[in-house]
């Protein structure tokens, strides 16, 4: 099964994921999303504050145009030397730890951390591959944090009210 990629060594194991979770909504979503904008829209002219209101109209943008777009399926591949996600190399040295949160269905996640305080957690969807077998592919190379326990706020917001 191992074979070899250039320069970044052997492949350990692949899988292909959506690049975010894509969500069924409704004409009551659509509704409430709309009154809940409208009524933080209104409030924000009435109390002269434009600066929310330029957020409030940022936030609808994105949210009605992410609501629309398909997600791209990328690959991940873990190699000897890293990671490798579509493209985008991370190389062992750069990730200080990792931790799955395996709670099927809802929460099937693999979290990166990097050693730079700049970048943000990596979140990855372990779809379909073994995460047993993940994890025991990465204790090779890198520190597992075993505090983490539940998936990130973001996640469970996004996966709760659909965003």
């Given at each position: 099964m191992p074979e070899n990629t250039p320069d970044r060594g052997k492949k350990?194991?692949?899988?292909?994921?959506?690049?975010?979770?894509?969500?069924?909504?409704?004409?009551?979503?659509?509704?409430v999303f709309l009154l809940i904008g409208a009524l933080s829209a209104l409030y924000a002219v009435m109390t002269a504050n434009?600066?929310?209101l330029m957020m409030i109209i940022i936030i609808w943008a994105v949210i009605l145009i992410t609501a629309r777009r398909k997600p791209l399926i990328l690959k991940l591949t873990i190699t000897e030397d890293g990671l490798e996600v579509e493209n985008r190399f991370y190389s062992f040295d750069s990730i200080a730890k990792f931790w799955l949160i395996y709670k099927p269905?809802?929460?099937?996640?693999?979290?990166?951390?990097?050693k730079s305080n700049l970048r943000p957690d990596l979140v990855i969807q372990l779809e379909n591959a073994n995460p047993v077998k993940v994890r025991d592919i990465l204790l090779n190379y890198l520190k597992e944090?075993?505090?983490?326990?539940?998936?990130?706020?973001?996640e469970v917001l996004s996966r709760d009210y659909k965003l």
């Open positions: 350990l194991i692949s899988w292909k994921f959506p690049e975010f979770q894509e969500h069924r909504r409704g004409k009551v979503w659509y509704t434009f600066l929310f269905p809802e929460s099937k996640y693999l979290y990166l951390n990097f944090d075993p505090t983490k326990e539940d998936e990130s706020l973001s």
